[in-house]
Nanobody
Framework: QVRMVESGGGLVQTGGSLRLSCAASGRIFNIGAMGWYRQAPGKQRELVATITSGGSTNYADSVKGRFTISRENAKNTVYLQMNSLKPDDTAVYYC?????????WGQGTQVTVSS
Protein backbone atom coordinates (compact mmCIF):
# COMPACT_ATOMS: atom_id res chain seq x y z
CA GLN A 1 0.00 0.00 0.00
CA VAL A 2 1.30 3.44 -0.99
CA ARG A 3 0.10 6.74 0.42
CA MET A 4 0.67 10.24 -0.88
CA VAL A 5 0.30 12.91 1.81
CA GLU A 6 0.23 16.58 0.87
CA SER A 7 0.76 19.65 2.99
CA GLY A 8 1.33 23.37 2.65
CA GLY A 9 -1.90 24.76 1.19
CA GLY A 10 -3.70 27.76 2.61
CA LEU A 11 -4.91 31.30 2.07
CA VAL A 12 -2.56 33.92 0.66
CA GLN A 13 -2.91 37.37 -0.86
CA THR A 14 -2.19 38.17 -4.50
CA GLY A 15 1.55 38.29 -5.03
CA GLY A 16 2.27 36.00 -2.12
CA SER A 17 4.01 32.63 -1.98
CA LEU A 18 3.25 29.13 -0.80
CA ARG A 19 5.22 25.89 -0.80
CA LEU A 20 3.44 22.57 -1.22
CA SER A 21 4.95 19.25 -0.20
CA CYS A 22 3.90 15.71 -0.97
CA ALA A 23 5.51 12.64 0.56
CA ALA A 24 5.06 9.09 -0.61
CA SER A 25 5.14 6.33 1.98
CA GLY A 26 4.56 2.60 2.16
CA ARG A 27 5.97 -0.27 0.16
CA ILE A 28 8.10 1.67 -2.32
CA PHE A 29 10.65 0.14 -4.66
CA ASN A 30 10.82 2.84 -7.30
CA ILE A 31 9.38 6.28 -7.94
CA GLY A 32 9.28 7.58 -11.48
CA ALA A 33 7.76 10.84 -12.57
CA MET A 34 6.08 13.03 -9.96
CA GLY A 35 3.84 16.00 -10.52
CA TRP A 36 1.30 18.53 -9.38
CA TYR A 37 -2.16 19.05 -10.83
CA ARG A 38 -4.95 21.41 -9.85
CA GLN A 39 -8.70 21.64 -10.14
CA ALA A 40 -10.61 24.88 -9.78
CA PRO A 41 -14.38 24.91 -9.10
CA GLY A 42 -16.34 23.98 -12.22
CA LYS A 43 -13.19 23.15 -14.19
CA GLN A 44 -11.35 20.00 -15.16
CA ARG A 45 -8.20 18.92 -13.41
CA GLU A 46 -5.15 20.34 -15.19
CA LEU A 47 -1.43 19.73 -15.14
CA VAL A 48 0.65 22.28 -13.26
CA ALA A 49 4.15 20.79 -13.34
CA THR A 50 5.95 17.47 -13.58
CA ILE A 51 9.44 16.25 -12.79
CA THR A 52 11.09 13.02 -13.91
CA SER A 53 13.26 10.81 -11.76
CA GLY A 54 16.24 12.39 -13.48
CA GLY A 55 15.11 15.92 -12.65
CA SER A 56 13.70 17.08 -16.00
CA THR A 57 10.79 19.44 -15.50
CA ASN A 58 7.72 20.52 -17.43
CA TYR A 59 5.35 23.38 -16.61
CA ALA A 60 1.97 24.63 -17.72
CA ASP A 61 2.34 27.91 -19.59
CA SER A 62 0.22 29.66 -16.98
CA VAL A 63 2.74 29.00 -14.20
CA LYS A 64 6.07 29.23 -16.02
CA GLY A 65 8.43 31.63 -14.31
CA ARG A 66 6.34 31.66 -11.12
CA PHE A 67 6.23 28.04 -9.93
CA THR A 68 9.13 25.67 -9.37
CA ILE A 69 8.82 21.91 -8.95
CA SER A 70 11.55 19.92 -7.23
CA ARG A 71 11.98 16.55 -5.59
CA GLU A 72 14.01 14.99 -2.84
CA ASN A 73 14.43 11.36 -3.76
CA ALA A 74 15.88 10.31 -0.40
CA LYS A 75 12.63 11.45 1.23
CA ASN A 76 10.27 10.31 -1.57
CA THR A 77 8.99 13.88 -1.62
CA VAL A 78 8.00 16.36 -4.31
CA TYR A 79 7.65 20.10 -3.74
CA LEU A 80 5.95 22.97 -5.51
CA GLN A 81 7.22 26.45 -4.75
CA MET A 82 4.59 28.95 -5.86
CA ASN A 83 5.51 32.62 -6.13
CA SER A 84 3.66 35.67 -7.44
CA LEU A 85 0.35 33.94 -6.83
CA LYS A 86 -2.75 35.18 -8.60
CA PRO A 87 -6.47 34.66 -7.89
CA ASP A 88 -6.59 32.38 -10.96
CA ASP A 89 -4.26 30.01 -9.11
CA THR A 90 -7.03 29.27 -6.61
CA ALA A 91 -7.76 25.54 -6.75
CA VAL A 92 -7.35 22.22 -5.03
CA TYR A 93 -3.83 21.01 -5.75
CA TYR A 94 -3.13 17.30 -6.10
CA CYS A 95 0.19 15.52 -6.23
CA UNK A 96 0.73 12.48 -8.38
CA UNK A 97 3.53 9.96 -8.59
CA UNK A 98 4.32 6.77 -10.42
CA UNK A 99 5.30 4.42 -7.62
CA UNK A 100 6.28 0.88 -8.55
CA UNK A 101 4.84 1.70 -12.04
CA UNK A 102 1.39 2.47 -10.61
CA UNK A 103 -0.11 5.98 -10.46
CA UNK A 104 -1.03 7.36 -7.05
CA TRP A 105 -2.76 10.58 -6.08
CA GLY A 106 -2.74 12.66 -2.94
CA GLN A 107 -5.93 13.75 -1.23
CA GLY A 108 -5.60 17.35 -2.40
CA THR A 109 -4.79 20.58 -0.61
CA GLN A 110 -6.69 23.84 -1.02
CA VAL A 111 -4.87 26.93 -2.23
CA THR A 112 -6.84 30.16 -2.12
CA VAL A 113 -5.44 33.43 -3.43
CA SER A 114 -7.35 36.53 -2.41
CA SER A 115 -7.41 39.68 -4.54
Amino acid sequence: QVRMVESGGGLVQTGGSLRLSCAASGRIFNIGAMGWYRQAPGKQRELVATITSGGSTNYADSVKGRFTISRENAKNTVYLQMNSLKPDDTAVYYCNAYVNVNSYWGQGTQVTVSS
